[in-house]
């Protein structure tokens, strides 16, 4: 580094970094710019011959009809509460179970910690067929249950590795100083490495709150008119008439917000977490 | 710290008693699943013709294992999976690199350049469907203006360009996953090595080579193989583009699994749902190895 001044010179930091980001950002973001135009778009606009860019007079329209008729409040509603259930279901299995593997050694650790990790290892298809039937025969089908069982297990893995991560990063002692003071472990960890968890729970609790919000290959199958969920939702938007893409991209808008706005809070916690959980396996 | 936790660890049943709810519900949708989609593919079961229902041995396989359409299937999820996750993985590197520099707006990039990950497949396979449209697509008048093409190009209706443009697709999805993955590892490299290397005189290109992917090697391993299984397995991008055409040209094994089930033909579904979790088991195997090898 110090060998050269050309490294230090501005077009050097230009081409080695402003011009490969600005390119990734461009393709990154261009489709959400774009579907944004499109949502805003009047039908002139959207089939005219010459793509328009940035529509001539934004239309709220698609926004107005997604909610008056075609009721999306309905399908969001099923989403958010399918969506905070399996959060809290699990986070909380999750949490017990990356403090068992950060703070006991006990025999069969590491094939279960294997089979933790393989839980996400089989085609989504396989399980999905007999999981309708069983499904159906515990009267679970059409419902939210049937969804959060399924978003808790996969989202299992992942939140475990987190949770494992920051748990490793937190110094045993602590507990043990409660430990000591005649606390017993269930009390040590409620009081004292919950508190400091907090944070990192509400990251892990993001990331599993997201995964449920978007998963479609279940949710088609599991849900009915009823208990629809966004995802599914969006897709039945496509009539027989063909796409109607103002519509679409309008759902797309209102869909991503939410989690877009949790995402960059907790960005930054979801990625030292995965520091923790990466450094120390 | 490693002493302590084994002084901890005498407690008898208590781990095993942690582990015990995320057990029983991993259990009963993944491990009580499998059992009965190995029962269902040895049978002939049709939802439509639910009388019919009998066990049938080997059939469903011998039938699959002699259709050419299962074997050009396996192979486009072979080029799916390899430029898929390749391209994802070298893209993701180089924006991970670029996010752990360090510049002034550096959190907004970072935040905003993760959005793909958190934005559903749906949404993005209907997104790049009408980015690729082949009447109104925006990407068809970007390339005439650039004078590339002259005529507009069905991407997705063309046999030669559907799976090049789902392929595409699940690369923008999966850049930021990388990234994320990738940039996380990269704060845990330890700055000592950085120094080491500055004092020897190293480039930052031996310093890429020698220090940050050496360092990278567990989490590249993990990231690697959950994101080939995790592919291998999605449906929902190239459904929603293409629902495996022109011609099963977007095909892969999940599609046509998928399509079958969706037809209700179970046993048949589950069966070759089978042989490619066991296609997946190959994959995974040598990976978990390294994994684990290296913690005992």
Not at chain 1, 219 to 234: H, W, Y
Not at chain 2, 226 to 237: G, H, T
Request: aromatic fraction near 14%; include cysteine; glycine fraction near 6%.
């Amino acid at each position: 580094m110090k060998n050269t001044t050309f490294h230090e010179s501005r077009a050097f930091r230009f081409f080695t970094l402003w011009l490969p980001l600005i390119l990734f950002l461009l393709f990154l973001l261009f489709p959400f710019y774009w579907t944004l135009v499109t949502s805003l778009k009047t039908d002139a606009e959207l089939h005219s011959l010459t793509v328009v860019y940035w529509p001539q007079q934004p239309t709220m329209a698609a926004y107005r009809y997604l909610f008056q008729q075609y009721n999306f409040l309905h399908p969001m509603r099923n989403s958010l509460l399918v969506a905070v259930i399996t959060m809290a279901l699990s986070l909380t299995v999750s949490t017990l179970a990356a403090y068992s593997f950060s703070r006991f050694r006990f025999p069969g650790r590491k094939p279960l910690m294997m089979l933790f990790l393989t839980n996400n290892m089989f085609p989504t298809v396989l399980l999905l067929i007999p999981l309708f039937t069983n499904m159906r025969k515990l009267g679970l089908l059409y419902t939210p249950w049937s969804l959060v069982l399924s978003y808790t297990t996969f989202t299992i893995p992942f939140s475990v590795w987190l949770m494992n991560g920051y748990l490793n990063d937190l110094p045993v002692s602590l507990e043990e100083a409660a430990m000591v003071d005649g606390a017993n472990r269930a009390q040590a960890f409620l009081r004292i490495v919950l508190p400091i968890l907090l944070p990192c729970l509400l990251a892990t609790g993001v990331y599993i709150f997201m995964q449920s919000w978007n998963e479609y290959t279940f949710a088609v199958l599991f849900t009915n008119e009823k208990s629809r969920t966004i995802p599914v939702a969006l897709k039945n938007l496509i009539g027989q008439l063909g796409v109607q893409w103002e519509l679409i991209t309008a759902g797309g808008i209102i869909t991503i917000i939410p989690v877009c706005i949790m995402f960059f809070f907790a960005q930054k916690r979801l990625v030292s977490g995965l520091t923790a959980g990466a450094v120390k396996g | 710290m490693q002493k302590r936790r084994s002084r901890l660890g005498e407690n008898g049943i208590w781990p095993y008693v942690l582990l015990l709810p995320a057990l029983i519900v991993m259990v009963s949708v993944v491990v009580i699943p499998i059992i009965n989609a190995v029962g269902m593919s040895f049978q002939y079961y049709n939802l439509t013709r639910p009388n019919r229902t009998a066990f049938i041995g080997l059939d469903n396989y011998t039938k699959i294992l002699g259709s050419k359409l299962f074997w050009q299937s396996l192979w486009r999820t072979l080029i799916w999976v390899f430029f898929g996750v390749g391209l994802q993985f070298v893209f993701g590197f180089m924006l991970a690199l670029l996010l752990n520099r360090d510049y002034r707006g550096r959190g907004v990039v970072r935040a905003v350049s993760l959005i793909p990950w958190v934005t559903p497949g749906v949404l993005i396979a209907l997104m790049w469907r009408w980015i690729l449209d082949g009447n109104y697509g925006v990407f068809n008048d970007l390339l005439k203006k650039l004078g590339i093409i002259s005529e507009n190009v069905a991407w997705l209706a063309t046999k030669g360009t559907a799976m090049p443009s789902v392929i595409t697709t699940i690369v923008w999805q999966g850049i930021p996953f990388f990234a994320i993955m990738l940039l996380a590892g990269l704060q845990g490299v330890s700055h000592d090595l950085y120094e080491a290397a500055d004092i020897d005189g190293a480039t930052r290109r031996q310093k890429l080579f020698y220090v940050t992917i050496p360092s990278l090697r567990n989490t590249i391993y993990v990231t690697t193989m959950l994101r080939i299984i995790w592919v291998a397995n999605s449906v929902d991008v190239i459904w929603n583009m293409t629902e495996g055409g022109p011609a099963y040209a977007t095909q892969t094994l999940s599609v046509y699994i998928y399509k079958e089930a969706s037809s209700l033909n179970m046993g048949f579904a589950s069966a070759m749902a089978i042989l490619l979790m066991l296609v997946l088991l190959l994959v995974a195997i040598p990976y978990l190895r390294s994994t684990f090898g290296q913690e005992g």
